[in-house]
């Protein structure tokens, strides 16, 4: 599997909501909040965060 950062960053810029992707993968709610709201940084996002939010990208391709 290859990891767009491109689409990463488009969901955490979308109305997909931390609770969403809490709900229906294994990144944490408060997790996904931070990258989205910028408190952590992407570039230091592991890659097991990376590849469950490229799977939950993938999941209707």
Do not use: C, W
Not at 3 to 22: M, R
Not at 48 to 54: F, S, W
Request: no cysteine.
């Amino acid at each position: 599997m290859k990891i767009n950062i491109d689409e990463i960053k488009e969901l955490l810029a979308s109305d997909v909501t931390g609770y969403h992707i809490g709900q229906n993968t294994a990144v944490k709610q408060q997790s996904y909040d931070f990258y989205k709201i910028g408190k952590s940084k992407l570039e230091k996002m592991p890659l097991q965060t990376a590849i469950e939010l490229q799977k939950y990208i993938n999941r209707d391709k």
